[in-house]
């Protein structure tokens, strides 16, 4: 990767854009910003890729069909994510994003970080040592421009990645939520449940409207599944269920031990889960 794709934004602080990867990497090391210590993670995005591109194939295919064996790296982080889930209609694609977060923060940590953040459009992994805590903003809709909520996670929390998806964001989505923000303890977790809470908002209503996502791209991964392309007013009965079955997968999803806590909004209502009071 040459200089062209790396910018420094503050000590300790630098953006990589680099082909489909657009991520902040924070790192503290010794008690300051370690700018050279997030600078040497370019390896670890460049191998991410590599290890995606030999396996692309595969990695498009829905779980049953997905072949574990030979996949390593960041492309057996999206398969597992996905495959603990348990959805038969999630792809690793689902994953990709949050398991490139992941493997960076567990190199800057391997590194002696104390602190570790990689933001890779949203999709957050974080490595806190002793006494760190980190203050992060949560957007209820994906397409707005103003932080809702600022939630603090400290040190023995448990949370290690943070994810959202919605209606109306980089990928097609199968449901209505205008977003749902998912804590795990890994992000590649985080990220695949948040696509698939997202999946489980949507309701039958002449509100919704879907086509085939084929349709609209050729090349997706759930070429075959209804993707919503267009959402009128909700009536509060409506929004109340699809929130429902947001909080009902989650609980689920919360016994599987892939979900900590999330936050869900439809069209303005919103509501979270929360059990262990993490938020």
């Known amino acids: ?55 692309l194939e595969m990695l498009r295919r829905y779980p049953p069909e997905v072949e574990r064996e030979g996949l390593s790296g960041v492309a057996l982080a999206m398969a597992q994510a996905v495959l603990a889930a348990g959805d038969p209609y999630l792809t690793p694609m689902a994953a990709v994003a949050g398991s490139l977060s992941d493997a960076v ?23 806190l040592g002793a006494g760190q805590s980190l203050s992060l903003g949560i957007l209820y809709d994906i397409c707005s421009s103003g932080v809702d909520q600022v939630v603090c996670l400290k040190t023995g929390k448990g949370i290690g990645g943070v ?3 919605g209606l109306g964001g980089r990928s097609l989505a199968t449901g209505i939520a205008s977003g749902v923000t998912v804590f795990s303890e890994r992000c590649a977790d985080a990220d695949a449940l948040a696509t698939l809470l997202v999946g489980r908002s949507y309701i039958e209503s002449p509100a919704v409207h879907t086509c085939r996502a084929g349709e609209l791209d050729p090349d997706s991964d759930i070429s075959e599944l209804q993707a919503v392309v ?50």
């Open 163 to 165: 994810a959202t998806s």
């Open 105 to 127: 923060a567990d190199y800057l940590q391997a590194q002696g970080a104390e602190k570790a953040v990689a933001n890779n459009g949203g999709d957050i992994a974080l490595r």
């Open 1 to 55: 990767m040459v200089d062209d794709h790396v910018r420094i934004l503050c000590p300790g602080q630098v953006f990589f854009d680099y082909g489909p990867v657009s991520m902040v990497v924070s790192a503290t090391r010794e008690g300051r910003g370690d700018t050279e210590l997030c600078r040497s993670a370019v390896h670890i995005i460049e191998a991410g890729l590599g290890e995606l591109r030999l396996s």
């Open 230 to 279: 267009g959402l009128e007013p909700l009536s509060t009965g409506e929004k109340a269920r699809s929130l429902e079955q947001v909080i009902a997968e989650a609980k689920l999803q919360y016994h599987r031990g892939g979900l900590l806590a999330c936050i869900a909004t439809v069209q303005g209502s919103t509501t979270r889960y929360d059990p262990k009071g993490l938020l």
